[in-house]
């Protein structure tokens, strides 16, 4: 069996849930079982703070099952590997990446 390792800053707290963080650092890995496309990844409201960047979000009930990470950046869209939220903006540059 393979391993797979997501490296992680010292400083960030790790939590699991099912709920966005309400803080940026109570948690760093949701999983969200409600999402089965990535138009509903790019649905999620990034520019609130609700999803923080660095959030890495698990959707297990896609075609393929990923997890995309949340960064600063404003790469062109890639689908599957560079997605913009819907609430992309100039104000808010922010994309979603593939991480496996």
Do not use: H
Not at 34 to 56: D, N
């Amino acid at each position: 069996m393979s391993r797979i390792c997501i490296p992680v800053p010292a400083s960030t707290v790790i939590g699991v849930s099912s709920s966005p963080p309400t803080t940026p650092n109570t948690n760093v890995f949701r999983v969200d079982s409600t999402i089965t496309t990535l138009a509903g990844l790019k649905a999620l409201v990034t520019s609130t703070g609700v999803y923080p960047t660095g959030l890495c979000v698990f959707l297990p009930n896609l075609d393929v099952p990923a997890t995309y990470q949340l960064v600063s950046g404003t790469e062109a869209e890639n689908s599957p590997y560079v997605l913009r939220p819907n609430d992309y903006s100039g104000g808010n540059q922010k994309v979603w990446k593939q991480r496996m």
